[in-house]
């Protein structure tokens, strides 16, 4: 069967029993799809919108042709080959690490047809949306509508269909887990005892309904997303969590085209592109998730504070990418676990490394000769990792001036995650303090601003 893709976006199939390759051409001038067998509209036309012949994400795994209609984005054929469900997958990653979004996109595409479809969240992986549309191929867009979203972020999809000519395939929780779940803890359980099980139940299980319907999947994760718990995202993988349509372990691949690509230079791109975005971006969101559990981040923050910030730093997976998370127990659950091996943060000849014994002096101490600021951290902990430059120019600058303030740090995970929770007001990493010079209780730093101006008013404050 061969595709036909016209100026006018619309599609024609043929009845021919030859096929035609469906390659794309890469030149230095343009992209530009390669040339296909067109055929006259009036043979068959469908719209950008809808196919009445897409597969439902959410299909059973028996594949049969009498299939519920979808509001599918673009039918794609069926090119699988047998041949490449055994391939090599890490051997595809290393050829492919290198390449250009657009490559990795085009590859994803042509290799799983109508069997893989984009993972949208609302966000800036819109992205993803934009790269397909570039290849010229079919492609296929699902997102999980938890029922919790922010009303910018309904609105965008909106947008989003109208701007590319599709229909997303929303996918719902279960009415009767969420109704007993909600009847059982209330509305907002996540703030009091996590948010893994109300994701488990709003975003976890609607994913795995829909990938039992596909052989791979695309996402938007990036390497400097979240450095304790992407940074090694490959840019395609078996997905070692969830199952595709054959079942069983080794049966979904996931690709993440963005895998190596920064934060800004996505940005520049939507930009360049001028592609819609969610109207929350301008108001200081950057990782968008349900609107209870996501708020705008300040200065000095990672982009994925803003998710779940009431828990420590490990939690912020909401199950959707659980392969990621190294073991269970990761330094700083301080049970004994496995430790995640990370360099040691905040170097510097201005920074004093705080042993157990020099914190409980500092806290014994009713009247010391100098202040001190004292960070409570975990090296692994990326919204330690995030303020690192900013403490680091703090404690250089109290240094030069004389202020009569030392800068400190101590390491609260592992062993000492229950003294300095007990001992030292720690809530979540990174954790600020200052002892004044004639008090003996420290007082803790209230703002979640990190940046150098903000921490400078807090110390000027209180000396």
């Known amino acids: 069967m061969a595709l036909a893709v016209t100026s006018s976006t619309s599609i024609a199939f043929s009845s021919s029993n030859s096929r035609t390759e469906q390659g794309v051409q890469f030149s230095s001038s343009n992209f530009q799809p390669s040339d296909r067998s067109f055929?006259?509209?009036?043979?068959?036309?469908?719209?950008?919108?809808?196919?009445?012949?897409?597969?439902?994400?959410?299909?059973?795994?028996?594949?049969?042709?009498?299939?519920?209609?979808?509001?599918?984005?673009?039918?794609?054929?069926?090119?699988?080959?047998?041949?490449?469900?055994?391939?090599?997958?890490?051997?595809?990653?290393?050829?492919?690490?290198?390449a250009s979004p657009l490559e990795i996109m085009d590859k994803a595409l042509e290799k799983y047809g109508n069997d893989i479809a984009i993972a949208f969240s609302g966000a800036e992986d819109v992205a993803l949306i934009e790269y397909a549309h570039l290849t010229g191929r079919p492609y296929r867009v699902f997102s999980l509508d938890t029922g919790r979203l922010n009303p910018e972020t309904y609105k965008f999809f909106d947008t989003v269909e109208k701007h590319y000519g599709i229909r997303i395939e929303y996918m719902f929780p279960d009415a009767v887990e969420v109704q007993a779940l909600v009847r059982t803890k209330g509305l907002f359980s996540f703030y009091e005892d996590g948010h893994q099980e109300c994701c488990?139940?709003?975003?976890?299980?609607?994913?795995?309904?829909?990938?039992?319907?596909?052989?791979?999947?695309?996402?938007?994760?990036?390497?400097?997303?979240?450095?304790?718990?992407?940074?090694?995202?490959?840019?395609?993988?078996?997905?070692?969590?969830?199952?595709?349509?054959?079942?069983?372990?080794?049966?979904?691949?996931?690709?993440?085209?963005?895998?190596?690509?920064?934060?800004?230079?996505?940005?520049?791109?939507?930009?360049?592109?001028?592609?819609?975005?969610?109207?929350?971006?301008?108001?200081?969101?950057?990782?968008?998730?349900?609107?209870?559990?996501?708020?705008?981040?300040?200065?000095?923050?990672?982009?994925?504070?803003?998710?779940?910030w009431w828990e420590d730093a490990k939690s912020k997976e909401c199950g959707l990418h659980k392969g990621n998370l190294k073991e269970e127990n990761v330094n700083g659950s301080g049970d004994g676990g496995e430790t995640l091996v990370a360099s040691d943060i905040f170097e510097s000849q201005n920074i004093v490394n705080l042993s157990r014994p020099g914190i409980e002096n500092l806290l014994k101490m009713e009247s010391r000769v100098d202040g001190w600021l004292v960070v409570l951290y975990a090296p692994w902990c990326p919204f330690c990792q995030a303020m690192e430059a900013s403490y680091v120019e703090l404690a250089d600058k109290l240094a030069a001036g004389e202020t009569g303030v030392k800068v400190g740090k101590f390491r609260a995970d592992g062993d000492e995650k229950a003294f300095a929770q007990q001992e030292l007001q720690l809530g979540s990493f990174p954790t600020i303090l200052f002892f004044p010079k004639h008090s003996s209780r420290p007082i803790k730093y209230p703002s979640e601003k990190r940046d150098v101006e903000s921490l400078m008013a807090f110390i000027n404050a209180l000396r």
């Open 200 to 308: 488990r139940v709003r975003k976890v299980r609607p994913l795995r309904r829909a990938l039992k319907g596909l052989r791979a999947w695309i996402t938007g994760q990036r390497k400097d997303q979240s450095p304790g718990t992407r940074s090694e995202v490959p840019v395609v993988q078996v997905d070692p969590v969830f199952e595709g349509l054959d079942g069983g372990s080794g049966s979904l691949v996931k690709w993440n085209p963005v895998a190596n690509v920064a934060g800004n230079d996505i940005w520049n791109f939507l930009r360049t592109m001028e592609v819609p975005v969610n109207s929350l971006h301008a108001q200081g969101y950057i990782s968008i998730g349900c609107e209870p559990c996501t708020r705008s981040v300040l200065p000095g923050q990672h982009e994925r504070e803003g998710r779940w």
């Open 39 to 98: 055929l006259s509209p009036a043979s068959l036309n469908f719209s950008r919108k809808r196919s009445s012949a897409a597969k439902a994400l959410n299909a059973e795994p028996k594949r049969n042709d009498s299939i519920v209609p979808s509001a599918a984005t673009t039918f794609a054929p069926d090119v699988v080959d047998k041949a490449a469900e055994v391939e090599d997958i890490e051997k595809l990653a290393q050829g492919l690490e290198k």
